[in-house]
């Protein structure tokens, strides 16, 4: 069975008490680190709180590099689910939201960058980044494009149903991917939890479910030894270190292991639909599959 909402919260409170995690180097995830701060203290406890962390990861919406879209996700998760935290001061908010308000969201908006769009998980990081921003925002300027929020809501919508749409109809260009399925997966369920259209918020909880069945069909006792779209070295020598690993460990292994990629579900009301999870609990029957992806 998926953790139960207490063993999501042990979970968190192995990660917010043991952060080894410092603000130097790569600022894609490092204010991942600091939700599991926030959620503990949504249910009324209190721990160490990195606000240094996120600060690490504004710093790339100034510089426009590569990867910020990993960064934004996590931070609209702070302000869509912790409206009320007092670790989130007026001042700390504000600062994230100067920073998504300067944010390009597409590549022939105004200015130079240094970002990568094209990729598929790109593609959806931007587009649902714009979209939720937009939609926290409607009437607030955006200073890159001077235009209203509620009109990068509208842009970002089309894009958003489209990638969804596409996912659903034709699988995935970097199907498997153990470095990239893990950020589809997470956006899914920011749009899943927040979007207020209906029609996206059912379209990323099918996706979100695609991508969980798609690892427990193609992994076994955690590992995630399959076809990949995309992958690095690192992922295929330790493929049971990965961040989709980690998604299994979590979901259906004995031993759920902390980790940057599983924070959103364990800081989320997500829930895994038990038939998946029993998926990747079957190991005694050989199994042929056949899927197309892309």
């Known amino acids: 069975m998926q953790p139960t909402r207490n063993q999501r919260l042990d979970i968190m409170r192995q990660m917010a008490h043991n952060i080894?995690?410092?603000p130097t180097g790569f600022a894609g995830f490092s204010c991942h680190w600091a939700l599991p701060a926030l959620e503990?203290?949504?249910m009324g406890e209190e721990a160490p709180f990195r606000w240094d962390l996120i600060e690490h990861s504004l710093q790339m919406f100034y510089e426009?590099?590569?990867c910020q879209d990993f960064a934004s996700i996590a931070l609209l998760r702070m302000l869509y689910r912790y409206p009320d935290s007092k670790l989130l001061t007026p001042e700390r908010r504000q600062s994230i939201?100067?920073?998504l308000l300067q944010t390009k969201y597409e590549e022939l908006d105004p200015g130079p960058d240094?970002?990568?769009w094209f990729t598929e998980n790109h593609q959806a990081l931007w587009a649902s980044s714009e979209y939720l921003v937009g939609q926290l925002l409607p009437d607030e300027i955006f200073s890159v494009t001077g235009k209203l929020g509620c009109w990068h809501r509208e842009r970002a919508r089309e894009r958003v149903i489209r990638w969804l749409d596409w996912?659903?109809?034709f699988g995935f260009s970097e199907w498997n991917a153990n470095g990239y399925c893990g950020m589809d997966l997470i956006l899914a369920i920011n749009l899943a939890e927040f979007a207020e259209d209906t029609g996206i918020r059912n379209k990323a909880n099918v996706v979100a479910n695609l991508l969980l069945f798609d690892l427990a069909a193609n992994s076994w006792r955690c590992m995630t030894a399959f076809t990949q779209g995309r992958a690095y070295e690192d992922q295929i020598k330790g493929p049971l270190s990965t961040g989709m690993a980690?998604?299994?460990h979590l979901l259906w292994g004995e031993e759920p292991k902390p980790g940057a990629s599983v924070i959103f579900?364990?800081?989320s009301d997500f829930d895994v639909p038990e038939a998946i999870s029993a998926v990747g609990r079957d190991l005694d029957r050989p199994l042929e599959i056949r899927e197309r992806q892309s």
Request: aromatic share 4%; charged share 40%; with cysteine.
């Open 20 to 22: 080894d995690v410092e």
């Open 40 to 42: 503990l203290e949504r």
């Open 64 to 66: 426009r590099v590569d």
């Open 97 to 99: 939201l100067d920073a």
């Open 114 to 116: 240094k970002v990568c």
């Open 167 to 169: 996912r659903i109809r």
């Open 246 to 248: 980690l998604f299994a």
């Open 265 to 267: 579900l364990c800081a």
